[in-house]
């Protein structure tokens, strides 16, 4: 399912007064405030849903593809999900 599908769905479930305008504010919202939300505090939990959070990436020496050669990585950050128990609960 893609962004414009979800903001389909989405207009679906709140029912005929929500035009798919208002469903895709609410939806980048939404996205929005998690993803400052997880920068700011770097936890954001749903019960019954899942945790975002950021996960932090230690610098490393990698391999070069090409010519074998060793790479340093620079240590990163990225957002990480994980899914509750019960959001694979049927």
């Known amino acids: 399912m893609n962004k414009t599908q979800f903001i389909r769905e989405l207009q679906r479930e709140l029912g005929n ?28 939990k749903f019960r019954g849903f899942g945790t975002f959070r950021v996960k932090r990436r230690r610098a490393r020496i990698v391999r070069h593809p090409e010519n074998g050669g060793r790479l340093l990585v620079h240590e990163s950050k990225t957002m990480k999900f994980r899914p509750s128990s019960l959001l694979w609960k049927e």
């Open 17 to 44: 007064d929500v035009t798919s305008r208002q469903a895709e504010h609410a939806l980048n919202a939404v996205l929005e405030t998690i993803a400052r939300a997880v920068r700011r505090r770097s936890l954001v």
